[in-house]
């Protein structure tokens, strides 16, 4: 499964970007899918997930009320909608997926991750 991640750019604070993340391959089921980010200097953290099954969601302390994790199954794409945007919120965004093969279902789940797209919030 490649993903390739989207919209990303360079915006001022109490601002807003809508990131993409588009899933291609053949014969497969996502489970999960989610966005990550890494600030220089830190460690990767999680931002949101979500379920394809129920579209539950989960999201980090630091951008609860403000972005909004969404997905379009039958596209394979998944959004992270990001609203007041602060300087803090400047990294590179992943997108990693949880999914089976369709040909290898019980070699269990696999996990793919995007190439990244850059966020830069200016104060």
């Known amino acids: 499964v490649q993903l390739v991640e989207s919209g990303g750019g360079l915006v001022q604070a109490g601002g807003s970007l809508r990131l993409s993340c588009a899933a291609s391959g053949n014969g497969f089921s996502i489970n999960v899918m989610g966005w990550y980010r890494q600030a220089p200097g830190k460690q990767r953290e999680l931002v949101a997930l979500i379920t394809s099954s129920d579209s539950r969601t989960t999201y980090a302390d630091s951008v609860k009320g403000r972005f909004t994790i969404s997905r379009d199954n039958a596209k394979n794409t998944m959004y992270l909608q990001m609203n007041s945007l602060q300087p803090e919120d400047t990294a590179v965004y992943f997108c990693?997926?949880?999914?089976?093969?369709?040909?290898?279902?019980?070699?269990?789940?696999?996990?793919?991750w995007g190439q990244g797209t850059q966020v830069t919030v200016s104060s």
């Open positions: 990693p997926a949880l999914y089976l093969l369709h040909s290898a279902i019980l070699a269990g789940p696999r996990s793919s």
